[in-house]
Nanobody, 123 residues
């Protein structure tokens, strides 16, 4: 069974930056397309970003384009989310997810999920 564990969340002031990490174990990480989703209090799950299995192609939700960057290091079995110019609207629980297959922005198509890490942005 593939296990995903997120880290790097915390409290940051508006305009600041954080880098989230997602470490994978129990599978062939390089074969999986990876993504980040988030869920703010009282709202549904929102697509944030995705990256292909080689890291060649990246995709972003409209709300984070130009501010967030997804990347991966297959040698370390880790995917990252660099978050810059944060604002309070970015406050949410961020979760990483993986799947075999093509890119998707639909959460239901992802097979494996981490527990999530809290990001809180103060104003």
């Amino acid at each position: 069974q593939v296990q995903l564990v997120e880290s790097g969340g915390g409290l940051v002031q508006a305009g600041g930056s954080l880098r989230l990490s997602c470490a994978a174990s129990g599978g062939t990480f390089s074969m999986y397309n990876m993504a980040w989703f988030r869920q703010a209090p009282g709202k549904g799950r929102e697509y944030v970003a995705a990256i292909s299995w080689r890291g060649t192609n990246t995709y972003y939700g409209e709300s984070v384009k130009g501010h967030f960057t997804i990347s991966r290091d297959n040698a370390k079995n880790t995917v990252y989310l660099q978050m810059n110019t944060l604002n309070p609207k970015d406050t949410a629980v961020y979760s990483c997810a993986g799947r075999k297959g093509n890119y998707s922005d639909n959460a239901w198509r992802y097979e494996y999920w981490g527990q999530g890490t809290q990001v809180t942005v103060s104003s």
